[in-house]
């Protein structure tokens, strides 16, 4: 990447003009310098109206309100925010409520916005994006204690982060979505009484976004959105994915798995007898060469699976066989972020490791934020938020055509260091319908084509008819969390912030 090659030509010109190699001093200084650049870029650019707070009428928002000084272990104010749970409907029998945490607009952000974010899982968390991804507050992997975040997405909008579906996290009723219609209709009941009870936010131009599983539930509820317009006093304007299942397993990670492996070699560290039996697996699977024989600018047509099913044959999980093996050879890897090596760092969200206390068990941290003291939280639910399965197609061939078309801008966003969804996987060649008459990116994505203001190439970027698709490197899975600055500049994007992406 040219980025990176500029970084090392810096270091090479400097230490070759001192005759010496830097001191570790020197190299401190230097990095610090660059953190700099980081914590500069990107802010500048957003359009806002210089809102610090919303107020609300209705007597009952009160009871959810968070006073930003009083988090426990956090020694800063975090700022004026509301949480708590309401039910999915109106019914006065209804017992499935939603946990939400909502934080309008910081100095810098716009009135007339509202962000929704959702984890995915399923039943994983938004509490977690919240804390280690895009919230005004940080706690990440690793870090000792809470930070304010400089690249929230507060600062361009108020955000909404709800757990759902039923299940999930502090969320309360017993789980019955059958499909991603269900929760659809769930969400946008519980988007009713939130609306009912904070009312200066009806009218607001809306944006879901989510990452992993999300890439399910957000174009469902998108789609669930535009198919029925009166049901939310809300404008739909676009969705952002990050790293999202949209297509099937086969496609996400057993077809690129191999070629991911040996693109990051030094990496996983597989010896060659290991190195023999993949390749002879992926040849007996039908995934040898599958994406240089079948991708192709524009698409000839429909790219057939490698099996006679939508699922992986026997014998053909490659993707389990590599995981299972690189733990072998590195108990911490992470397919998250496949350069995590043991000993694994300290969350304290439990995400990584078990270990006590889980932040949002603490007993004054459930009082402040108006969680249900008895419900034990959990990053990742261990029971199922489904009644029995998903039952639910892909959002790439069913629903999410017809989002990007409604949609005034549609985001996909992947982290090039994410095992567990492969962004090989994501050519949008798989997708059988047509949009706007045509299928798939008619033209190739070019490399080093997005650029992260004031840093350089970051990654790449395509855009075609309603649709921006990045690839982002030095990031994992958890997209804002793990590249703060481009993260927030796509999402300007998406906002209409700016007008490039």
């Not at 936010?201 to 944006?207: C, F, I, R, S, T």
Request: aromatic share 14%.
């Amino acid at each position: 990447m040219r980025l990176l090659s500029a970084v090392f030509a810096t270091l090479l010109a400097v230490a070759t003009t001192s005759g010496r190699f830097m001191t570790m001093q020197e190299v401190n200084e230097h990095r610090l310098e660059a953190v700099k650049r980081w914590q500069t870029s990107g802010s500048q650019n957003v359009k806002s109206g210089g809102v610090q707070n919303i107020t609300f009428t209705n007597p009952k928002a009160s009871e959810f309100y968070v006073d930003g000084k009083s988090l426990p272990l956090v020694d800063f104010d975090v700022g004026p925010s509301w949480a708590g749970l309401l039910p999915i409907s109106n019914s006065p029998n209804e017992t499935r409520q939603l946990f939400f945490w909502f934080f309008p607009p910081g100095p810098q952000g716009s009135l007339d916005d509202l962000i929704f974010w959702t984890n995915g899982g399923p039943g994983c968390s938004s509490l977690g994006g919240l804390l280690q991804e895009n919230g005004p507050f940080s706690w990440s992997w690793g870090q000792a204690k809470p930070t304010v975040n400089q690249h929230s997405w507060t600062n361009l909008s108020s955000v909404l982060w709800v757990e759902q579906p039923v299940g999930t996290g502090f969320s309360q009723g017993i789980p019955d979505a059958q499909n991603e219609d269900d929760v659809a209709a769930q969400v946008v009941g519980f988007m009713q009484q939130f609306l009912e009870v904070f009312s200066e936010l009806k009218g607001k131009k809306l944006y879901l976004s989510g990452e992993s599983y999300a890439g399910r539930y957000v174009p469902y509820i998108a789609n669930y959105i535009y198919e029925n317009p009166t049901l939310l006093d809300l404008s739909l304007q676009g969705i952002w994915i990050n790293d999202p299942l949209i297509s099937w397993y086969v496609v996400q990670q057993e077809i690129p798995a191999l070629d991911f492996v040996k693109k990051h070699a030094s990496l996983f560290s597989f010896n060659q007898t290991y190195m023999d039996h993949l390749d002879e697996m992926a040849a007996t699977c039908n995934y040898t060469g599958y994406m240089d024989k079948y991708v192709t600018y524009p698409p000839k047509g429909l790219l057939p699976l490698p099996g006679d099913s939508t699922n992986f044959a026997q014998g053909c999980g490659i993707w389990g066989d590599i995981y299972v093996n690189a733990r072998m050879i590195n108990p911490s890897f992470n397919v998250y972020r496949i350069w995590d090596t043991y000993p694994t760092p300290w969350d304290v969200l439990g995400f990584l490791d078990t270990q006590s206390p889980i932040y949002f068990n603490l007993a004054d941290v459930k009082e402040v934020i108006h969680a249900p003291v008895g419900t034990e939280w959990v990053e990742c639910a261990l029971a199922r938020v489904f009644l029995h399965e998903d039952s639910s197609l892909p959002s790439a061939p069913t629903v999410l055509p017809n989002v990007i078309e409604k949609s005034q801008r549609t985001v996909i966003v992947h982290g090039l260091a994410d095992f567990m969804y492969i962004a090989d996987g994501y050519d949008f060649n798989f997708d059988p319908n047509l949009r706007n008459g045509l299928q798939g990116f008619q033209t190739p994505i070019a490399d080093d084509s997005f650029i992260v203001d004031g840093v350089g190439a970051y990654g790449s970027m395509h855009s075609e008819r309603g649709l921006t698709y990045y690839e982002v490197v030095l990031s994992g899975h958890m997209l804002p969390g793990f590249a703060p600055v481009a993260s927030f500049q796509i999402m300007q994007y998406l906002m209409g912030f700016r007008d490039t992406p």
